[in-house]
């Protein structure tokens, strides 16, 4: 989650932006840079991989003296942590200075373009493609604000993105496009401040506005102005915010859950970051412990973990079956061991454990090395006890999570379980290159779709159905497929955080007994993207409704169908079979959210409930 800071006013901006960088580097970063215009109107761009201790040795002789700039530290997604991939980046003039955040998907074909027109590009990144774009914009005349915004409209996925350039030296324009990240502005003394997030701003100011998906900010020492992409002014009202710790990690949020949710698109990110190659569509999993011969020796998998690791584990089978074309099970890492599991050397099992802590998963994975069998774990922190069992770690990097119940770490496991089905089938043979690079395309796409569920109007919906729903004493989920394990995770967050009883199912599983519960009391939650299961879904809703039952389908864009049939429909981007269950987590943690909400309940510490699980 790449930290970002702006400055301009009457102060001398490159202590400002290395204080905001530093108070970012929570985010993780593997480079850093800034940009100061100097008295002069000149760009002083200095950058270093790494910490940011390396750019501040850089800048030992002394700090560029200048009053307006930006800063930005960096986790790699297109081109590795070096000195030249490091933000910020430049035109072919140094005129246009740029900072960004988040997946350019259509960079390819926009270098490409700028390549044939003369451009020279001196980095491996997206974002480069940025202020070479805004200079032909510059060249045809446009003003630097129309030529920023022409810019924006060009830009296909998640990003937010920051500007200044030498032809308006104290000026300030950011953009946002869907959900790649916050960029908040900050109002002082004749002096304005943007940031990626809150903590950048409050030593120097509590009035803040967050810029929203499809604005622009236009900032100067002494304002800023708002509009869309197309032009249009915005009237948009600061928020005041007190400097308390729990106030700066809340940010815009009510509760560190819904924050969390809304972070999920930028967290995408990072878990894909220097992982995926959207040079040559291709997958690579630094530090994997298995050479291709001792790939080729594992004859099967079991995924293990727990709760919302569990629900993650059954989708990674069929990936993990799918694509890497070996025999997998899933099995509750509290009952793994004391069944005496059949495993050897050759079985790969991977826990799942998003704290790295949880002690039946520990517990499973003490059984798995008794037993000689090889062991990949998953979680969210380096050094914890799984990754000290395990032969190799894959991190799933969802950044701190607050709220008890997972939401991002849920997201970003999934992400890793599906990252690690594509490597291992590659490595394999088993994956074609072709099917490698379709999916390595659609994965780009993964940010934007998973924030276009996120933005107002969207979100909206579920606060009319928390209304209709909220005193309600039993929900069922029901789905097919890749799909049934997110009824399971359903129903789990109803339960968590509303304490509704909730049950997922299996949808051919209804007529074997849940169906006889149905009647115009229990809402149905039935998850029925257009697939190849989508008839069979129908049906199962048709039963449903036959015996009274409401039901709420979270349904595919397009689909009117369901309309008909449905009482009540949510809906999610169109997108391949595989990659739909992770997007279909967003629908199951906001309608547990907002019905939670309505009913009064402590959203981010259910009762009875841990965070980590440390005993058994």
């Not at 373009?113 to 990144?125: C, D, P, R, W």
């Not at 200079?135 to 030529?147: G, K, N, R």
Request: hydrophobic share 40%.
């Amino acid at each position: 989650m790449c930290g970002i800071i702006g400055y301009t006013g009457g102060r001398q901006a490159a202590s400002i932006i290395l204080e905001g960088l530093t108070s970012l580097e929570y985010r993780g970063y593997d480079s850093a840079g800034i940009a100061v215009m100097s008295k002069a109107g000149e760009p002083q761009l200095y950058k270093a991989a790494g910490k940011l201790s390396n750019l501040k040795r850089v800048l030992s002789n002394g700090l560029p003296e200048g009053n307006s700039g930006i800063g930005h530290t960096r986790w790699a997604t297109h081109g590795g942590p070096t000195d030249f991939n490091a933000h910020p980046h430049t035109d072919c003039f140094n005129d246009v200075i740029v900072v960004h955040n988040g997946i350019v998907e259509n960079y390819l074909e926009l270098k490409q373009e700028l390549v044939g027109k003369g451009h020279a590009f001196t980095s491996q990144t997206d974002a480069e493609c940025v202020p070479h774009l805004i200079e032909t914009y510059l060249q045809d005349e446009y003003s630097l604000e129309d030529a920023v915004r022409a810019t924006a409209n060009r830009l296909r996925g998640a990003n937010a993105i920051v500007v200044i350039s030498r032809r308006e030296p104290d000026k300030i324009i950011s953009f946002k496009l869907g959900n790649a990240g916050g960029i908040v502005v900050g109002y002082g003394e004749d002096e304005m401040l943007l940031a990626s997030d809150l903590p950048a701003l409050l030593p120097h100011t509590r009035e803040v506005v967050y810029l929203g998906a499809g604005e622009m900010a236009v900032v100067t020492k002494k304002d800023v102005r708002y509009t869309d992409l197309d032009g249009n002014e915005l009237e948009k009202s600061t928020l005041h915010m007190p400097y308390d710790a729990l106030t700066a990690a809340k940010g815009e949020f009510k509760h560190f859950m819904l924050k969390e949710i809304h972070e999920q698109p930028e967290a995408i990110i990072n878990a894909l970051r220097g992982r995926v190659s959207f040079d040559d569509f291709s997958v690579d999993l630094e530090h994997f412990p298995y050479s291709d011969e001792e790939l080729k020796e594992i004859t099967r998998v079991v995924i293990v973990g727990m709760g919302t690791s569990l629900h993650a584990g059954m989708v990674g089978r069929l990936w993990m079956e799918s694509l890497a074309g070996i025999a997998t099970e899933v099995d509750n890492s509290s009952e793994f061991r004391y069944r005496d599991p059949v495993i050897d050397e050759n079985t790969l099992v991977i826990s799942i454990s998003q704290s790295g802590e949880t002690a039946d998963t520990l517990a499973a994975m003490d059984e798995a090395k008794n037993k000689g069998a090889r062991q990949i774990t998953l979680c969210n922190y380096e050094g914890t006890q799984t990754t000290r069992v395990a032969d190799g770690t894959i991190l799933i990097r969802a950044g701190l999570e607050v709220a008890v119940a997972s939401s991002k770490t849920f997201v970003c496991s999934l992400v890793a379980l599906y990252l690690l089905s594509i490597y291992m089938g590659t490595r394999r043979g088993y994956l074609s290159k072709d099917r490698c690079e379709e999916m390595v395309k659609e994965l780009a796409r993964l940010p934007q779709m998973m924030g276009s569920l996120l933005v107002k109007e969207k979100v909206a919906v579920y606060e009319s159905l928390a209304r209709v729903f909220a005193n309600r004493r039993d929900f069922l989920f029901l789905g097919r497929g890749i799909n049934f394990p997110l009824a399971m995770e359903g129903a789990i967050k109803l339960k968590e955080i509303s304490y509704i009883h909730a049950e997922g199912y299996p949808a051919g599983e209804m007529k074997h007994g849940p169906i006889s519960l149905i009647d115009e009391e229990m809402p149905v939650v039935a998850l029925i993207p257009k697939d190849e299961l989508y008839e069979k879904m129908l049906s199962n809703i048709n039963e449903v409704k036959a015996r009274g039952g409401t039901v709420i389908a979270v349904a595919t864009e397009g689909d009117e169908e369901i309309l008909d049939k449905a009482d009540h429909a949510i809906y999610i981007p169109v997108a391949s079979s595989n990659v739909t269950p992770i997007l279909m987590a967003v629908p199951m943690q906001l309608l547990a959210y907002h019905i939670a909400v309505r009913r009064g309940c402590d959203v981010d510490q259910p009762r009875n409930l841990a965070k980590s699980v440390t005993v058994e």
